[in-house]
Antibody, heavy 121, light 107 residues
Framework: QITLKESGPTLVKPTQTLTLTCSLS??????????VGWIRQPPGKALEWLAL???????WYSPALKSRLTITKDTSKNQVVLTMTNMDPVDTATYFC?????????????WGQGTLVTVSS | DIQMTQSPSSLSASVGDIVTFTCRAS??????LNWYQQKPGKAPKLLIY???SLQSEVPSRFSGSGSGTDFTLTISSLQPEDFATYYC?????????FGGGTKVEMK
């Protein structure tokens, strides 16, 4: 079955770069139509989409955060990595990775459990 | 960017109630609208995609409708496990956005 799991630091300092890894199981990012996205959620607030990477290495980014985000894939390891530069306390959130649910649409049908990242000095 | 506005932000209801809440897009998105349910401390769960298609294994008491800019999610008979927060998300363009959520609380 499809599963995703996020990993990375739980605490980062302001101005540092955050690197999160999403480990995939049950599917491959080398398969046509597949995509993996990142979504975050500050405590008590709404979901915010960050980025999406496709099997063909196409990449979409949130316009509001595009300058700070990089999404990459390592097909051999079946992982997706998100980096976010210049972290700020407002970036404190639970970060989720999720599987694209359709090759013809852009919703997310399987999600990781999420990882809480706190930005504090 | 397309903005998604959900209303109400919260509502109180009882088990067995019919519950309806809305999601409005700032421009027409055809039927590129998806609904998720999220419980505290958990990842969101996909309920409805393409405005009205029920995701596999989601109970049939959930239904979605709408096109263009106005969409609704209806729970035909609220169950105890349905108390949660519901989010809409458009997938019309390469800048995906979620709504602010509607929290369904017990009356």
């Amino acid at each position: 079955q499809i599963t995703l799991k996020e990993s990375g630091p739980t605490l980062v300092k302001p101005t540092q770069t955050l690197t999160l890894t999403c480990s995939l199981s049950g599917f491959s990012l080398s398969t046509g139509g597949v995509g993996v996205g990142w979504i975050r959620q500050p405590p008590g607030k709404a979901l915010e989409w960050l980025a999406l990477i496709f099997w063909d290495d196409d990449k979409w980014y949130s316009p509001a955060l595009k300058s700070r985000l990089t999404i990459t894939k390592d097909t051999s390891k079946n992982q997706v990595v998100l980096t976010m530069t210049n972290m700020d306390p407002v970036d404190t959130a639970t970060y989720f990775c999720a599987h694209r649910g359709s090759s013809r649409d852009y919703f997310f049908d399987f999600w990781g459990q999420g990882t809480l990242v706190t930005v504090s000095s | 960017d397309i903005q998604m506005t959900q209303s109400p932000s919260s509502l109180s209801a009882s088990v067995g109630d019919i519950v309806t809440f809305t999601c409005r897009a700032s421009q027409s998105i055809s039927t590129y609208l998806n609904w998720y349910q999220q419980k505290p401390g958990k990842a969101p769960k996909l309920l409805i995609y393409a405005a009205s298609s029920l995701q596999s294994e989601v109970p049939s008491r959930f239904s979605g409708s709408g096109s263009g800019t106005d969409f609704t999610l209806t729970i035909s008979s609220l169950q105890p496990e349905d108390f949660a927060t519901y989010y809409c998300q458009h997938s019309y363009s390469s800048s995906l956005t979620f709504g602010g959520g509607t929290k369904v609380e017990m009356k």
